[in-house]
């Protein structure tokens, strides 16, 4: 099914087909994600945007939570159809996306004035770092090696828009060579400086939505091919 005929789909059937995480229901999970965003993606824009405002943010900062919004309603724990009090499940999806944009934003916010790694100085990434460089256990080099490897065949057959889109969001995203730690113990994951934003809308010549989108395309490839090859 493609993700064009998902858009016929009633939500409540959406959003199980999204939550789907078994390795042979990658493709539709996502294909049922995008249609999930189609639908939503006007009052989600509108939301955030203006949330972003209210913190006097532009727009750009607004698409930006729009798309995490998204991203933890995926991948969300707490929300269940069943568990809906309405019997109008849109109007409770509404209601669940817009308290995750508030605590999205105020993230967000806290990241811009917090203490953060960002000193202004930051690059966009062209390449992929040298793996030769990495020193540490000889199993765990041997699975990076790998790792490296698709990482570097899916960008040779990506646009350079898509490479660099997608190398500087890794590079600066997670805070994986500090201290910094989650609750759980992961790396804590920041969104980009808003100066190295504007280089790679100057850089790649596209809209924040667009670079979003390239990113987005890049991340699919990437992990689909990590998921059959990349811990062999």
């Known amino acids: 099914m ?21 390795p042979g229901d990658q493709v539709s999970a996502d294909d049922a994600f995008r249609a999930f965003i189609l639908r939503f993606r006007v009052f989600v824009q509108k939301l955030c945007r203006s949330v972003a405002s209210n913190y006097g943010y532009d727009i750009d900062v607004g698409d930006q939570i729009a798309e995490e919004t998204f991203r933890k309603f995926r991948t969300s724990k707490t929300f269940r159809t069943d568990k809906c009090s309405s019997p109008d499940l849109d109007a409770c999806i509404k209601y669940y996306l817009a308290i995750t944009a508030s605590r999205t934003m105020v993230d967000f916010h806290r990241n811009e004035t917090d203490d953060n790694p960002f000193d202004g100085s930051e690059e966009l990434a062209y390449d992929l770092p040298d793996i030769d460089d990495i020193v540490g256990d000889p199993e765990r080099l041997a699975t990076l090696r790998k790792q490296h490897e698709v990482v570097k065949l899916v960008l040779s057959r990506l646009s350079d828009k898509h490479k660099i889109i997608y190398l500087t969001y890794k590079q600066y995203e997670l805070d994986l060579y500090r201290r910094e730690r989650t609750e759980d113990g992961k790396p804590r994951q920041y969104y980009l400086p808003r100066h190295l934003l504007k280089k790679l809308r100057e850089q790649t010549g596209l809209a924040q939505t667009t670079i979003r989108k390239y990113k987005e395309e890049a991340n699919v490839q990437i992990e689909q091919l990590l998921k059959i090859y990349g811990n062999k």
Not at 2 to 22: H, I, N
């Open 2 to 22: 493609s993700w064009q005929e998902f858009q016929a789909e009633p939500t409540a059937d959406l959003v199980e087909y999204m939550m789907v995480s078994g």
